[in-house]
């Protein structure tokens, strides 16, 4: 009973940090699913990753299937799930109001703020911008800070193809009811 309730927690908690309705209650159970099955994460680490990232991650209209794609990404490269959504939560702040060292750094690249805002771009894109211009991990750790970087240096050589798979692989699945059933 535990477990269902922890995962009823889980949900519930996600479909208040995204603004969704109760509704969209499988829409969730099925993109947790279908990450579990595609990645290194399991119920207890989305649980411990989202309540970090999903507040920040709504607010600038990411969507859910984007945000668990990226946190699967990431423990499947080794990043524990509580680092992983504290992590990128602290780094994509550091986008919205970027210091001057990491302005001048982006600028050193040909980067704009612009190319690189999270309020206008979605993960994968700035990953693709990230990765264009073959930062140094010192010049990431300047934008990122030292504790941000360790997210950023492991997305950016997955790459935003890996993004754009796993978020296309856990969007509009039915995952948890064939879970369900097995």
């Known amino acids: 009973q535990s477990d269902l309730a922890s995962t009823s927690e889980i949900v519930v908690s996600t479909l208040n940090a995204f603004g969704m309705e109760a509704s969209e209650s499988s829409r969730v159970a099925n993109v947790f699913a279908a990450a579990i099955s595609n990645s ?9 990753a989202m309540p970090y990232i999903s507040g920040l991650a709504s607010s600038l209209g990411m969507s859910l299937e984007e945000v668990t794609a990226t946190m699967g990404i990431l423990v499947s490269a080794g990043v524990r799930a509580e680092s992983a959504g ?11 109001n970027p210091s001057d060292d ?9 980067i704009t703020l612009e190319e690189v805002n999270p309020s206008t771009k ?11 211009a073959n930062m140094s991990a010192a010049d990431v750790t300047k934008v990122f800070g ?3 970087a360790r997210v950023w240096l492991k997305l950016i050589p997955a790459g935003s193809k890996a993004i754009r798979e796993m978020t296309k692989d856990i969007t509009g699945t039915t995952k948890a009811s064939k879970m369900a059933k097995e």
């Open 122 to 132: 979605s993960m994968a894109e700035i990953v693709d911008v990230l990765n264009k």
């Open 102 to 110: 990491a302005v001048e750094t982006l600028e050193k690249y040909g």
């Open 146 to 148: 030292q504790e941000g």
């Open 40 to 48: 290194q994460l399991t119920m207890e680490r989305i649980g411990v």
């Open 86 to 96: 504290r992590l990128l939560a602290s780094s994509m702040s550091r986008l919205l």
